[in-house]
């Protein structure tokens, strides 16, 4: 590329594209030291988590009749928000001198936690509900050199059982019932009360073991500050929706395939606390939210982030006029579900110029 080329390409991205003030390249701990567990000199393990977009959604803004805009959580280095999280919970392990930590998940936490712990050089073992969980979590995981184990059992008897094991052994447990989880996550809240100065009404997350919620109010209220939160559950996994533990969770969203969460009274506390609800979405909503976010917005995320999409478009923006919703992964992570349900075709072709005008320019 010659130099005025470069110039002028150089020139054209700082015109065209807003840097977001808030974006920031440093890890989350340094960058929240004061409001973090964490003192000057502590080990950190980062993998530069954090600082995320928050990026206007038109579309949808229309839809609701309200400003809404959309965090991009899928924009952490392993693809979820789990990361705010475990920058925090495997710093706190080396700290105390572990060399091991296990967790329960239903993939995005294997997959987070099987990174930190690489870059940290301890050991990581997940276990993960047999044949649930999605494709591109799995690849993370074992790439990052996990140990995977597929118990033939659903997610919330993983968690029993990890909890019965770190009883026991000296292996620090990285799931949501680890604080440090939490601290981390609470990041988010503080980020996006920086993005929008203070201007938001309310928030809409989807909800599985309800540790991201039980952080985001954590940080609002450090804050002192009170959108309302708005969670929603998935219909077959809404146990925080009917009060009653859920023994077989099932929904399309594998996420949030929870029946049982941990944070159970966090997240009912947080709801009411902040004038917000906890609701449930159907599969074919969240599908619908799913393929909406990408065909309109250009926003590829998970179903379980899209449930939060789908819970406000069917209740409503409730008088709220600047709302976020948090996409908590990106779609990537589950190429199986975005190929099953969408509107499109894949066309087959020969080699024919002709044939290719068809398939190019024809009726679809
Ligand atoms: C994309 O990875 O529970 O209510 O084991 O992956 O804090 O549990 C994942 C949960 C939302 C729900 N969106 O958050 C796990 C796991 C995505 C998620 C949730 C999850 P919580």
């Known amino acids: 590329m010659s130099e005025g080329m470069s110039e002028q390409l150089g020139q054209s991205i700082q015109g065209g594209v807003e840097q977001p003030s808030a974006r920031r390249h440093v890890p ?13 000199g502590d080990p950190v393990v980062s993998l530069q988590e954090g600082s995320t977009p928050v990026v206007p959604a ?30 925090c919970a495997v710093s706190a392990a080396v700290r105390e001198g572990a060399k091991a930590v296990v967790c329960a998940s239903t993939g995005n936490t294997a997959a987070s936690a099987a990174a930190y712990a ?5 050991t990581c073992a997940v276990i993960v509900p047999e044949g649930k969980i999605a494709q591109g979590k799995l690849a993370q995981t074992l790439i990052h050199g996990a140990r995977v184990i597929s118990l033939a059992g659903n997610f919330d008897q993983a968690l029993e059982l990890v909890r019965q094991l770190t009883d026991t052994h000296p292996i620090v ?3 949501s019932v680890n604080e440090f989880r939490v601290e981390g996550q609470k990041t988010a809240a503080f980020e996006l009360h920086e993005a929008l100065e203070g201007e938001l009404d309310a ?8 540790g991201n919620i039980t952080a985001y109010w954590r940080g609002f209220s450090e804050l002192g500050v009170k959108p309302r939160l708005f969670g929603f559950q998935a219909e077959g996994a809404a146990p925080l929706v009917t009060g009653q533990i859920v023994e077989r969770p099932e929904t399309v969203a594998s996420a949030i395939r929870i029946g049982r969460p941990v944070r159970w ?41 899209a449930a939060a999409v789908a819970g406000l478009l069917k ?50």
Do not use: Q, W
């Open 265 to 305: 009274e966090d997240a009912m506390a947080a709801a009411r606390d902040s004038r917000g609800s906890i609701r449930a979405v159907s599969d074919s909503e969240i599908l619908a939210a799913f393929r909406l976010l990408a065909s309109k917005e250009g926003m590829f995320s998970e179903p379980a982030s």
């Open 118 to 122: 690489a870059r940290a050089g301890i």
């Open 58 to 87: 038109p579309v949808l803004s229309e839809l609701v009749g309200a400003r809404v805009r959309l965090k991009l959580e899928g924009a952490n280095p392993t693809g979820s928000f789990k990361d705010r999280g475990m920058t």
């Open 28 to 40: 989350l701990i340094e960058r929240y030291r004061e409001r973090l567990p964490f003192a000057p």
């Open 315 to 364: 209740y409503g923006a409730e008088g709220a006029e600047e709302i976020v919703c948090v996409l908590t992964g990106r779609g990537l992570k589950d190429p199986e579900t975005a190929i099953a349900h969408n509107d499109g075709r894949v066309i087959p072709c020969p080699v024919e110029i002709e044939r290719i005008e068809e398939a190019v320019l024809g009726d679809p």
């Open 203 to 210: 928030l809409c997350i989807p909800v599985g073991n309800a």
């Open 173 to 175: 447990l990285v799931n």
